[in-house]
């Protein structure tokens, strides 16, 4: 039993049972602490196993509407920062650090709250998030400090961890389920999104292969469905 | 409904482009009885326990997630896919408290031990090798029913 949320990939995959689900990528229950609605998608996939034959596809009759066509949170295309913009690092790391003192405590609460967390896959502490991901944009390159980890695959979970750290506090903090709303706050008006959107014109002219290709495939910034690909990039890296 | 041909340029192409697995017979097998259904959860979300190693990006493996199992990360390395829903909620994407309920309702008939995760930007033809490790420990334990999830 599959469900999905790109109709024609499934009718040109052809399984044998699946459902498909109109609703954004990432939520294929559909909406989260809404047990009744994840139990009608379970409900109504389980259902196709009394068809007969197939392959059967049907479409699960709720929607969860996406804004214009895109399926996730997209930066606009011309928020972009040039690497001559960034300014002073430490200035921009210690903001990042007063902003993240000042959630701690709903942070804190959010995790006691769920009785979990998804911060954590770097296994860097909370507070060497931004100076570690700072060391790159000021052009260095550290050891990794995780042993069997490289550092390029690190800093990608860190600068992961840094956003969850975000947005589990926003989302539980002012019970806010609404995905363009937080990709907007902490994309667009945090300090923390600003280091990372450094971090991304600093990659932008990177001479590693890798830290190009982190922007050039969308793989730390959201820009996979923005309106046109990273000025500077091709987006060739897909 | 949301069509490829409606996407935003850099998605839609990348959509457009993905080559598709074809398969010459369906895979067309006879359901249990609903209340005797053993049932294992298949995720690409690249979801694993806290200590276990992460995903690579391109990974042809996959992660062991066991039905009491919480405390868990994301290592996908692709961004497009809204990650604030799980952040609040583990059965969004891994409905094991869903299924849990569903078993006490004698609404399936039991939900397995063992659940499944995957690199779903990798692909899934050079999963080959791990898929059939994953299909002979769901036979091993009974399971009968697969609900494959994609992020």
Redesign the interface.
Same mark, same amino acid.
């Given at each position: 039993?599959?469900?999905?949320?790109?109709?024609?990939?499934i009718e040109?995959?052809?399984?044998?049972r699946a459902l498909?689900l109109?609703f954004?990528?990432? /939520?294929?229950?559909?909406?989260?602490?809404d047990?009744d609605f994840?139990?009608r998608v379970? /409900?109504a996939?389980?259902k196709l196993?009394e068809k007969t034959?197939?392959?059967v596809l049907e479409?699960f009759p709720e929607?969860i509407p996406?804004l214009?066509?895109?399926?996730?949170?997209?930066l606009p295309p011309e928020l972009v920062l040039n690497a001559d913009d960034i300014g002073d690092v430490d200035e921009l790391v210690a903001s990042v650090s007063k902003e993240m003192d000042a959630l701690r405590n709903d942070y804190e609460a959010a995790v006691l709250s769920?009785?979990?967390t998804?911060v954590?896959?770097s296994q860097l502490r909370i507070d060497d998030l931004a100076p570690f991901i700072a060391q790159f944009v000021r052009g260095e390159f550290p050891k990794s400090p995780r042993k069997? =980890?490289p550092a390029i695959?690190l800093l990608? =979970?860190a600068v992961?961890d840094l956003?969850?750290y975000y947005?589990?506090t926003r989302?539980?903090r002012d019970k806010i389920?609404n =995905?363009e709303l937080?990709?907007s706050w902490f994309w667009e008006n945090t300090s923390a999104g600003r280091l990372l959107l450094s971090l991304e014109a600093v990659s932008l002219v990177s001479s590693d292969r890798v830290m190009l290709q982190i922007v050039e495939m969308? =793989?730390?910034?959201? /820009?996979?469905?923005?309106?046109?690909?990273l000025p500077g990039s091709s987006?060739a890296g897909? | 409904?949301?069509?490829?041909s409606?996407?935003?340029?850099?998605?839609?192409?990348?959509?457009s482009n993905?080559k598709?697995?074809?398969?010459e017979k369906?895979?067309?097998?006879k359901?249990s009885p609903?209340n005797k259904?053993r049932v294992s959860i298949v995720s690409t979300a690249a979801i694993s326990k806290?200590n276990d190693?992460?995903f690579?990006?391109l990974a042809k493996d996959h992660r062991v997630i066991h039905k009491t199992d919480?405390?868990?990360?994301?290592?996908h390395?692709?961004?497009?896919?809204?990650?604030?829903?799980?952040?609040?909620?583990?059965?969004?994407?891994f409905?094991l408290?869903?299924?849990t309920?569903?078993e006490a309702d004698h609404?399936?008939g039991s939900l397995a031990d063992e659940h499944y995760s995957f690199m779903g930007a990798a692909d899934p033809v050079t999963m080959e090798k791990s898929a059939r490790e994953v299909a002979a420990r769901m036979k091993d334990e009974g399971v009968d029913?697969?609900?494959?999830?994609?992020?």
């Amino acid at each position: 039993m599959l469900v999905g949320f790109v109709r024609e990939h499934i009718e040109a995959i052809g399984p044998a049972r699946a459902l498909f689900l109109d609703f954004p990528m990432g /939520r294929g229950m559909g909406k989260p602490n809404d047990p009744d609605f994840q139990k009608r998608v379970i /409900r109504a996939a389980f259902k196709l196993f009394e068809k007969t034959s197939g392959p059967v596809l049907e479409d699960f009759p709720e929607t969860i509407p996406v804004l214009q066509g895109r399926m996730g949170y997209a930066l606009p295309p011309e928020l972009v920062l040039n690497a001559d913009d960034i300014g002073d690092v430490d200035e921009l790391v210690a903001s990042v650090s007063k902003e993240m003192d000042a959630l701690r405590n709903d942070y804190e609460a959010a995790v006691l709250s769920r009785g979990r967390t998804t911060v954590g896959a770097s296994q860097l502490r909370i507070d060497d998030l931004a100076p570690f991901i700072a060391q790159f944009v000021r052009g260095e390159f550290p050891k990794s400090p995780r042993k069997g =980890l490289p550092a390029i695959p690190l800093l990608k =979970l860190a600068v992961e961890d840094l956003e969850a750290y975000y947005t589990e506090t926003r989302t539980y903090r002012d019970k806010i389920d609404n =995905l363009e709303l937080i990709g907007s706050w902490f994309w667009e008006n945090t300090s923390a999104g600003r280091l990372l959107l450094s971090l991304e014109a600093v990659s932008l002219v990177s001479s590693d292969r890798v830290m190009l290709q982190i922007v050039e495939m969308s =793989l730390m910034a959201p /820009r996979f469905w923005s309106n046109g690909p990273l000025p500077g990039s091709s987006a060739a890296g897909w | 409904m949301t069509k490829i041909s409606e996407m935003p340029v850099v998605g839609r192409d990348f959509i457009s482009n993905l080559k598709l697995p074809s398969f010459e017979k369906m895979a067309w097998t006879k359901p249990s009885p609903a209340n005797k259904r053993r049932v294992s959860i298949v995720s690409t979300a690249a979801i694993s326990k806290r200590n276990d190693r992460p995903f690579s990006w391109l990974a042809k493996d996959h992660r062991v997630i066991h039905k009491t199992d919480r405390d868990l990360v994301m290592t996908h390395v692709a961004v497009e896919f809204d990650r604030s829903a799980w952040q609040q909620d583990l059965n969004v994407i891994f409905p094991l408290d869903r299924l849990t309920e569903m078993e006490a309702d004698h609404e399936i008939g039991s939900l397995a031990d063992e659940h499944y995760s995957f690199m779903g930007a990798a692909d899934p033809v050079t999963m080959e090798k791990s898929a059939r490790e994953v299909a002979a420990r769901m036979k091993d334990e009974g399971v009968d029913t697969v609900f494959l999830i994609p992020i």
